[in-house]
């Protein structure tokens, strides 16, 4: 990264720098989504990347996870601030994802806040980095997401196939932890690039569901 590309950019504020957005599953307590401990790990590794690569100071969360919060008020109340004022959101790709009610109404949300950002600056980048779960076989791309791209030239052909957990659970390592990262530094380069600004949570009052065209039920 050269010197002209970091001119002139703000002091890395101590808001979310991204918000972790991924299908969870249903656990036995009532209300409550249990968190993959995949996901724990990929987002505790992709914030100590983050940290390294900014001035965040680490008092505050780098990332936001929603993890083990009630469904209802709160939950809501914490997430759509998150949504609010993170700088790049990070939708992590699965069957499960695009499968989810509430991970499409997070997809609708930060889609209409930079829709609202576009219309004072029509010229900035999207601040949407799409993560690979599983292999892009696995699903179908819904409308919503296909502008969205999820690959490049510099990620690792087997992470273009399998996924992250992919990668994981087939024990390549060094694979998945330089693919991770390349994330940190993408989306690092997006907040810098973006400049996206906060909104007002009422932008979020009315959500919808803009998987559920591929969606066989909700999550």
Request: proline share 6%.
């Amino acid at each position: 990264m050269t010197e002209s590309h970091l001119s002139g950019r703000p002091a890395d504020s101590q808001v979310p720098y991204f918000f972790h957005s991924y299908g969870q599953v249903h656990s036995r307590a009532a209300g409550l989504r249990t968190p993959d401990k995949r996901q724990d790990e990929f987002h505790e590794l992709l914030g100590q990347f983050v940290l390294q690569l900014t001035t965040h100071d680490g008092t505050t969360p780098v990332g936001f996870l929603d993890k083990r919060l009630p469904l209802g008020v709160e939950w809501e109340k914490d997430l759509k601030e998150a949504l609010a004022t993170c700088r790049v959101f990070v939708p992590v790709y699965s069957p499960q994802y695009f499968n989810s009610r509430w991970c499409g109404m997070e997809f609708d949300g930060f889609v209409r806040r930079q829709a609202e950002h576009h219309r004072s600056e029509p010229y900035t980048v999207s601040a949407i980095v799409p993560v690979l779960w599983t292999s892009p076989d696995r699903f179908v791309l819904p409308d919503a997401v296909q502008p969205f791209q999820y690959h490049g030239s510099d990620l690792d052909e087997d992470y273009k196939r399998l996924g992250l957990r992919g990668l994981m659970e087939a024990g390549q390592w060094r694979k998945y932890r330089r693919t991770v990262w390349l994330i940190a530094e993408r989306i690092v380069d997006v907040a810098t690039l973006a400049r996206l600004r906060p909104c007002d949570v009422n932008l979020f009052d009315d959500l919808s569901n803009v998987f559920a065209p591929c969606t066989q039920g909700d999550s």
